[in-house]
């Protein structure tokens, strides 16, 4: 006999972790959805969206909420390369670790190629010596991504409509 499963739901998702961007791959929908956390957090927060279970097998391991992702404020749509979704070779029968690690590796993709939404705080360099160094704008960007696998989640056949906002899990598999 080994230990018990661990199936207590806790508190645990976009309200709790530290990221500043949030990207939903959906294998489905063939798109990254990408928002600013807090526009997650504020879709949330009106109150408009019901709250749905995920499971793994037959146990309950997330809550979270169904939101549409054009009803979340600067929610950007970027279409996966279909190369991309080939080198990732995505399927519904990897396990949910396989699943996020592929996920990662498509934004990672999707960064290198300049085809990933970021928010940057800029500045019109006035000094006129260093606009004679060639600096005109300043970006100034630190930045912390949490990718999601969203497999049905977004726009299109075989979609939800929603992205799924998770905010509470177990962890009964040990996976991370």
């Known amino acids: 006999m080994g230990q018990p499963m661990n199936t207590a739901l806790?508190?645990?998702?976009?309200?709790?972790?530290?990221?500043?961007?949030?990207?939903?791959?959906?294998i489905e929908a063939k798109t990254v959805y990408v928002y600013p956390t807090r526009a997650g957090i504020a879709a949330i927060e009106t109150g408009k969206y019901r709250a749905a279970p995920a499971y793994t097998g037959t146990?309950?391991?997330?809550?979270?909420?169904?939101?549409?992702?054009?009803?979340?404020?600067?929610?950007?749509?970027?279409?996966?390369?279909?190369?991309?979704?080939?080198?990732?070779?995505?399927?519904p029968s990897d396990d949910t670790t396989a699943k996020g690690e592929k996920a990662?590796?498509?934004?990672?993709?999707?960064?290198?190629?300049?085809?990933?939404?970021?928010?940057?705080?800029?500045?019109?360099?006035?000094?006129?010596?260093?606009?004679?160094?060639?600096?005109?704008?300043?970006?100034?960007?630190?930045?912390r991504i949490?990718?999601?696998?969203?497999?049905?989640?977004g726009v299109g056949l075989r979609c939800t409509g929603n992205l799924f906002l998770q905010t509470q899990e177990c962890n009964p598999f040990g996976r991370h």
């Open 59 to 91: 146990i309950k391991t997330a809550m979270g909420y169904l939101v549409p992702p054009a009803e979340i404020n600067f929610c950007r749509a970027v279409p996966i390369p279909s190369r991309v979704l080939e080198k990732a070779s995505f399927s």
């Open 146 to 153: 949490q990718v999601k696998c969203d497999w049905r989640g």
């Open 104 to 143: 990662v590796r498509v934004v990672y993709w999707l960064l290198r190629a300049g085809l990933f939404p970021l928010w940057v705080t800029t500045a019109v360099v006035e000094e006129v010596e260093m606009q004679i160094e060639g600096m005109d704008i300043l970006v100034r960007m630190n930045t």
């Open 10 to 26: 806790v508190d645990y998702g976009i309200r709790e972790e530290r990221s500043d961007i949030r990207a939903h791959v959906c």
